[in-house]
């Protein structure tokens, strides 16, 4: 195997443990039906954040390296487009993803009861609109690299 088939192999395999847990986040939280449910879902979807930013980076990284070794890749709009694409995704987790996690996160520390209250549902709702987004951003980026359209 040429080092270029392990990066290519390295990326596939990072695009499906990185990428696929970031799909589910959302299920995982919002099937819960109360504070302790809702806690421990919070617990999960921090473990799987983990592998998303462990994937991500190696998207990242073997995606540019790729580019280095076969400087053809540049000069395709698809490469160009998905690595634009994948770096403004990147980008709404610092930018707009944090800011809005770091209430509920708190929230879920601070508050004492057992049944969600409705505040949450309007902070989760802002949360997970962005990150519907940025699933939908990395769906097209995943569509890129499988067509290379043009």
Do not use: C
């Not at 939280?29 to 954040?49: D, F, G, P, Q, W």
């Not at 980076?57 to 694409?85: D, P, R, V």
């Amino acid at each position: 195997m040429s080092f270029y088939m392990l990066l290519v192999t390295i990326h596939v395999f990072s695009a499906i443990l990185g990428m696929g847990p970031g799909f589910v986040m959302i299920r995982v939280v919002s099937s819960a039906k109360n504070m302790t449910e809702l806690r421990h879902a919070y617990a999960i979807r921090n473990r799987l954040h983990t592998f998303v930013m462990i994937g991500g980076t190696l998207l990242l990284i073997t995606g540019l390296a790729m580019g280095f070794m076969n400087t053809s890749l540049f000069e395709k709009a698809w490469y160009w487009l998905s690595l634009i694409l994948f770096l403004i995704a990147l980008a709404f987790g610092p930018l707009l993803l944090s800011p809005r996690s770091k209430p509920i996160k708190q929230w879920l520390v601070e508050y004492d009861g057992e049944e969600i209250p409705s505040d949450y549902y309007r902070m989760e709702k802002e949360l997970f609109r962005y990150e519907r987004l940025e699933n939908f951003i990395f769906l097209i980026v995943i569509a890129l690299m499988i067509l290379k359209p043009f």
